[in-house]
């Protein structure tokens, strides 16, 4: 069971399609575990499986939600991957 590794300073990320992928996850963990995300990118599906990444355009979008965020918001910028944190990610997706 994953809330058995939980501990203050977990952050589980939710990048799944669909506005309602945080609250999703809160129902069956707590608020100050989760955090929204989203990832904006140019790609294709070639076949069942198969995605085609084109261009070079690739954007994270994450909940300003504590220290875990920041500091990925902060690698991923540094690695080149353009990130933005939001209060209200909500908003975002």
């Not at 069942?48 to 690698?75: A, D, F, R, Y």
Request: charged share 20%; proline share 4%; with cysteine.
């Amino acid at each position: 069971e994953l809330s058995k590794v939980l501990n203050p300073k977990t952050t589980i990320i939710t990048m799944q399609n669909g506005v309602e992928a945080p609250n999703l996850v809160k129902k069956y963990f707590p608020n100050q575990y989760v955090a929204g995300g989203s990832i904006i990118t140019s790609s294709r599906i070639e076949s069942p499986g198969l995605i085609i990444h084109e261009g070079t355009n690739l954007k994270v979008s994450l909940e300003n939600k504590n220290n875990s965020t920041k500091q990925l918001s902060e690698v991923l910028n540094v690695s080149g991957v353009s990130c933005d944190l939001f209060d209200d990610i909500q908003a975002v997706l």
